[in-house]
C-alpha cells in the first residue's frame, strides 16, 4: 500500500482505466437485463394466451399473388365455433386520423373493432364505460380514447360525454382506457381511438363487407395456445381453399413466439454490447499491466536491495502481484458503485421497475 500511495497520480490513473471498464460493462449488462424485464412484461400485458391472425399475400408458383390476401369476420367466427382451443375472437380494423375537439387535435391510431377486443388485451375503462352491443348493431358514432389521446384533446377536462370530430362525423366519447404505456414494439397504446367496428366500417375505412385486416384470438388457456394455433391454420387453409403444398395467405403468432423473437434480438443485442464494453475493461487491465512493467522498471535498486538482503524471486513477484490486485479491485468497487447509481438513474428516469 505504501508503493501504491507513492505514486499516487499513476495509481489513480490505472484505477480509473479500470473503473471506466467495470462501470461500463456493469451499466450495459443491467440495461440489457433490464429492458429484456420491462419488453417481456408489456409482452405479458398482452395476455399469455393471446393470438393474432393477419393477411398476407400467398405465392402461387413461386410467384407472390397481386391480390391481397383477405381476413373476415366470418373467418374470426369459424375459428371460435371450430376451434376446441379457442375462447372469443376480436376482428378489428385498423387506420391513423385526426381527432379533433374545439381546436385541440390529435393523430391516434384509429381501431374499429368488437367488444371482445376489452377482454382479450385486458383493456379497461379507467373513467366512462365501453360501447354496448347495440352500439355495434347500430353503428352508433361513439368512441372509446386513451389516456394519451385524452391529454392531448382535453387537458384536464373530463372527456366523457363530449363530442369529438373524425373526418367529416362527430362522435360522442364513452370511456377512457386505463393507463398502458408502450407495446413492446414501441408504439404507444394511450394514443388510440377505439371504435364499434360497424362504425369504422361505414364511416372511415372503405372496405369490402365483413372484410377485416387482422383478427385478435383468445385460446382456453395458456397451456392450449400452441394448439388454437395449429387449429386455427388448418380451419383457414380449409376456409380458404388452401391446396396442400400451397403457402398460407395468413398469418397466426402466438404470445409465445413473440416472446421467442424478442428473447433472440436480446440475446444478440446483450451479447454485443457487453463485448463491447468488455474492451474497455481489457484495455484498462492492459494499462495495469502497463503501469506494473514500468513500477519494475523503476524499482531496478529496490528490488536489488531486498534480494540482497534475502528475499526470493518469489517474494518480489508476490508484491508486484499484490500492488495490481489492489489496484484493480478499486478500481473494481468504484466501477461496480459507478454503474450501479448510473442503473438507479436511468431506471428513474425510464420508469423501470
Same mark, same amino acid.
Given at each position: 500500500?505504501?508503493?501504491?500511495?507513492?505514486?499516487?497520480?499513476?495509481?489513480?490513473?490505472?484505477?480509473?482505466?479500470?473503473?471506466?471498464?467495470?462501470?461500463? %460493462?456493469?451499466?450495459?449488462? *443491467?440495461? $440489457? +437485463? #433490464?429492458? /429484456?424485464?420491462?419488453?417481456? !412484461?408489456?409482452? =405479458?400485458? @398482452?395476455?399469455?394466451?393471446?393470438?393474432? %391472425?393477419?393477411?398476407?399475400? *400467398?405465392? $402461387? +408458383? #413461386?410467384? /407472390?399473388?397481386?391480390?391481397? !390476401?383477405?381476413? =373476415?369476420? @366470418?373467418?374470426?367466427?369459424?375459428?371460435?365455433?371450430?376451434?376446441?382451443?379457442?375462447?372469443?375472437?376480436?376482428?378489428?380494423?385498423?387506420?391513423? !386520423?385526426?381527432?379533433?375537439?374545439?381546436?385541440?387535435?390529435?393523430?391516434?391510431?384509429?381501431?374499429?373493432?368488437?367488444?371482445?377486443?376489452?377482454?382479450?388485451?385486458?383493456?379497461?375503462?379507467?373513467?366512462?364505460?365501453?360501447?354496448?352491443?347495440?352500439?355495434?348493431?347500430?353503428?352508433?358514432?361513439?368512441?372509446?380514447?386513451?389516456?394519451?389521446?385524452?391529454?392531448?384533446?382535453?387537458?384536464?377536462?373530463?372527456?366523457?360525454?363530449?363530442?369529438?370530430?373524425?373526418?367529416?362525423?362527430?362522435?360522442?366519447?364513452?370511456?377512457?382506457?386505463?393507463?398502458?404505456?408502450?407495446?413492446?414494439?414501441?408504439?404507444?397504446?394511450?394514443?388510440?381511438?377505439?371504435?364499434?367496428?360497424?362504425?369504422?366500417?361505414?364511416?372511415?375505412?372503405?372496405?369490402?363487407?365483413?372484410?377485416?385486416?387482422?383478427?385478435?384470438?383468445?385460446?382456453?388457456?395458456?397451456?392450449?395456445?400452441?394448439?388454437?394455433?395449429?387449429?386455427?391454420?388448418?380451419?383457414?387453409?380449409?376456409?380458404?381453399?388452401?391446396?396442400?403444398?400451397?403457402?398460407?395467405?395468413?398469418?397466426?403468432?402466438?404470445?409465445?413466439?413473440?416472446?421467442?423473437?424478442?428473447?433472440?434480438?436480446?440475446?444478440?443485442?446483450?451479447?454485443?454490447?457487453?463485448?463491447?464494453?468488455?474492451?474497455?475493461?481489457?484495455?484498462?487491465?492492459?494499462?495495469?499491466?502497463?503501469?506494473?512493467?514500468?513500477?519494475?522498471?523503476?524499482?531496478?535498486?529496490?528490488?536489488?536491495?531486498?534480494?540482497?538482503?534475502?528475499?526470493?524471486?518469489?517474494?518480489?513477484?508476490?508484491?508486484?502481484?499484490?500492488?495490481?490486485?489492489?489496484?484493480?479491485?478499486?478500481?473494481?468497487?468504484?466501477?461496480?458503485?459507478?454503474?450501479?447509481?448510473?442503473?438507479?438513474?436511468?431506471?428513474?428516469?425510464?420508469?423501470?421497475?
Amino acid at each position: 500500500m505504501r508503493a501504491v500511495r507513492r505514486n499516487k497520480l499513476r495509481a489513480g490513473l490505472t484505477i480509473l482505466g479500470i473503473t471506466i471498464g467495470v462501470a461500463a %460493462v456493469v451499466t450495459v449488462t *443491467a440495461l $440489457a +437485463s #433490464g429492458a /429484456r424485464a420491462n419488453v417481456n !412484461a408489456q409482452i =405479458s400485458n @398482452l395476455g399469455s394466451n393471446s393470438l393474432i %391472425v393477419f393477411a398476407r399475400s *400467398a405465392r $402461387a +408458383s #413461386g410467384v /407472390r399473388s397481386t391480390t391481397g !390476401a383477405r381476413l =373476415s369476420e @366470418l373467418d374470426g367466427q369459424a375459428l371460435v365455433r371450430e376451434s376446441t382451443s379457442i375462447r372469443i375472437a376480436a376482428p378489428f380494423l385498423r387506420s391513423s !386520423a385526426q381527432i379533433i375537439y374545439e381546436g385541440q387535435n390529435a393523430s391516434p391510431t384509429l381501431v374499429g373493432t368488437r367488444l371482445n377486443y376489452f377482454e382479450i388485451r385486458s383493456w379497461k375503462v379507467a373513467r366512462g364505460e365501453p360501447w354496448s352491443p347495440a352500439s355495434e348493431n347500430l353503428s352508433e358514432k361513439v368512441v372509446v380514447i386513451g389516456a394519451q389521446t385524452a391529454r392531448d384533446l382535453f387537458g384536464s377536462l373530463d372527456p366523457v360525454g363530449r363530442m369529438v370530430r373524425i373526418g367529416r362525423h362527430t362522435y360522442r366519447v364513452l370511456g377512457v382506457l386505463e393507463e398502458k404505456g408502450a407495446s413492446p414494439f414501441g408504439q404507444s397504446q394511450d394514443d388510440i381511438v377505439l371504435m364499434p367496428i360497424t362504425t369504422m366500417r361505414s364511416h372511415v375505412v372503405a372496405t369490402r363487407p365483413g372484410e377485416v385486416h387482422a383478427i385478435l384470438l383468445s385460446s382456453t388457456s395458456a397451456e392450449t395456445s400452441e394448439r388454437a394455433k395449429q387449429q386455427a391454420e388448418a380451419i383457414l387453409r380449409q376456409r380458404h381453399r388452401i391446396d396442400e403444398g400451397e403457402e398460407d395467405d395468413f398469418a397466426v403468432r402466438s404470445q409465445a413466439e413473440f416472446q421467442a423473437m424478442q428473447d433472440a434480438i436480446f440475446a444478440a443485442l446483450s451479447a454485443l454490447l457487453v463485448s463491447i464494453a468488455a474492451v474497455s475493461l481489457v484495455v484498462g487491465g492492459i494499462g495495469v499491466m502497463n503501469i506494473m512493467l514500468v513500477s519494475v522498471t523503476e524499482r531496478t535498486r529496490e528490488i536489488g536491495i531486498r534480494m540482497a538482503i534475502g528475499a526470493r524471486e518469489i517474494d518480489i513477484l508476490l508484491q508486484f502481484l499484490l500492488e495490481a490486485l489492489v489496484l484493480a479491485t478499486l478500481g473494481g468497487i468504484v466501477g461496480s458503485a459507478l454503474g450501479y447509481g448510473v442503473i438507479l438513474g436511468l431506471s428513474s428516469a425510464l420508469g423501470w421497475p
